[in-house]
């Protein structure tokens, strides 16, 4: 097999992200068996920041 170009098409064959089974988004690693946006398979707690949420208050 040459380097290069040629080479970089065949690394791209698989998937690595399916569906997540707690939070049904495409976010869940095949091989790392863990869900990059609710941490499924890491942690029993759902993944959150505080920088994550959004500050929408409507005005009264």
Not at 37 to 45: I, Q
């Amino acid at each position: 097999m040459s380097k290069g170009t040629p080479s970089k098409g065949k690394h791209s064959s698989g998937k690595t992200h399916i569906i997540c089974r707690r939070c049904g988004r495409r976010a869940y690693h095949k091989r790392k068996k863990v869900c990059a946006s609710c941490g499924y398979g890491k942690t029993s707690k759902l993944r959150k920041y505080s920088w994550n949420k959004k500050t929408h208050n409507p005005p009264n």
